[in-house]
């Protein structure tokens, strides 16, 4: 089990944060070989390797990539592993703005890719400006300019696809998709296929991700599994646990001592996670 007392956790100021970004730094002190379990977050992640040495490894079922990586969503049963010390810059992107971000995040989900075949040679020289910057400020500073220039050059989705977005997130996953499509004035059928092609996931199972989120947040939190299944929407208790399976490879036990949620309230504040 990894013990998070060898994390520190860096965040930038406010003045510093980006609509539907965010973003922070993690020192890892690893004494041994670790390996754990990444727990599924609504988001496009661009993990920014600024170690020395050989850093994290991310494993999927089919796929293994190490040092800057970028995660689609719903990369499933996803791992990492390493050892010693290293450190880390973490972007969290809504999928709307990744669409704009990374130009390619459709064809991201389900997967984990090294950071230099979706950026090519601006993912080395980010890496160097990163590492060469002499505080975490400065580095959050960097990448958030990084990432306005990006935002200002690629195509924005859809109002109407950032709308129902915004609407599934700020609902923790339920809301209906009929209701969605006649507050944006889209047929049911329309807004699917934009949505999709847009995000690179339906509607449904974006829906699907959020309402996950929500309840594995809860679980960290110390809550029974059956309160937590009632309270994020589900039928029951075995369909919390199928939908655990689903998204991350856990039970809903598994998901409760998960290492990688064991911090999030300290570097992704609640207000931050919607």
Not at 69 to 83: E, H, K, M, T
Not at 240 to 246: G, T, V
């Amino acid at each position: 089990m990894l013990n998070w007392e060898w994390v520190d956790v860096a965040v930038p100021r406010p003045s510093a944060r980006l609509p539907g970004i965010g973003m922070a730094g993690f020192r890892q002190r690893l004494p041994a070989h670790v390996d754990i379990a990444m727990v599924a977050h609504p988001s496009v992640t661009l993990l920014v390797d600024l170690s020395d040495g050989d850093g994290l490894a991310y494993d999927t079922r089919d796929r293994r990539a190490s040092g800057s990586v970028v995660v689609g969503l719903l990369p499933g049963d996803l791992r990492a592993s390493g050892r010693g010390v290293g450190e880390c810059l973490q972007i969290r992107l809504e999928p709307a703005v990744a669409a704009a971000v990374l130009g390619a995040s459709t064809e991201l989900s389900g997967t984990v890719v090294a950071l230099d075949e979706v950026w090519g040679r601006d993912a080395g020289r980010t890496e160097d400006r990163l590492r060469a910057a002499a505080s975490w400020d400065e580095r959050f500073a960097i990448a958030a300019d990084l990432l306005r220039r990006r935002l200002g050059a690629g195509a924005p989705v859809d109002p109407e696809v950032a709308h129902t977005w915004r609407r599934t997130l700020t609902s923790r996953g339920r809301v209906r998709i009929e209701g969605l499509a006649d507050e944006v004035g889209w047929s049911r059928k329309r807004l699917w296929s934009r949505f999709r092609s847009q995000l690179g996931i339906s509607p449904k199972r974006a829906a699907g991700l959020v309402r996950f989120d929500h309840a594995a947040h809860l679980l960290a939190a110390g809550r029974a599994a059956a309160g937590v299944a009632a309270e994020s929407g589900y039928v029951d208790q075995s369909h919390l646990h199928r939908e655990a399976k689903a998204f991350a490879g856990l039970t809903p036990a598994a998901v409760a001592v998960a290492p990688w949620l064991a911090i999030d309230d300290v570097a992704w504040p609640a207000a931050d996670r919607r």
